[in-house]
């Protein structure tokens, strides 16, 4: 989803927000470190398999997917992180690593660590490795309607 198409998203329902332009960056770390936002703030979207079926887990920049712990909150048998070749085809006009977390948009579940709920707002990359947005994580979560659970742990 370009950047275009996400912000007539936000604002059909009436979401604020802003956008951030940043220097090309390629890993949610280099994208926090590229703007005013703290790493634990920016949230970055990991493509996971749940059973087999692709899922978005949002997690804070300076966490990973702790895989076991999220297959243990989804009573699964098997959660994996996807490969980039199992799912590049599923966010058309979206730079590879850099999909929004609004999964539900491409019939995606949406995981979200529950450190992410804590803060007021929500900071993630746009589409583009260079273009980040900030909204209300309350917009966030009335948005996507993520599942929250504590499966995000330190690198």
Do not use: W
Not at 125 to 149: C, S, W
Request: glycine share 6%; hydrophobic share 45%.
């Amino acid at each position: 989803m370009p950047v275009t198409k996400l912000k007539a998203f936000l604002d059909a329902n009436g979401v604020a927000y802003s956008t951030i332009d940043h220097a090309p960056a390629y890993t949610a770390r280099e994208v926090a470190a590229a703007t005013p936002v703290a790493r634990g703030e920016f949230a970055k979207s990991v493509i996971v398999k749940v059973d087999g079926t692709l899922a978005m887990a949002v997690v804070p920049a300076s966490r990973r997917v702790d895989t076991q712990k999220l297959a243990r909150l989804l009573s699964a048998d098997r959660v994996e992180i996807a490969k980039e070749d199992e799912f590049k085809s599923v966010f058309p006009g979206c730079e590879l690593g850099a999909m929004p977390p609004f999964g539900n948009l491409y019939d995606l579940e949406v995981f979200v660590a529950e450190d992410l709920a804590e803060d007021d707002e929500i900071v993630f990359n746009a589409g583009t490795h260079n273009q980040a947005m900030r909204i209300a994580y309350a917009d966030f979560e009335e948005l996507v309607k993520p599942k929250l659970g504590e499966f995000a742990v330190k690198h």
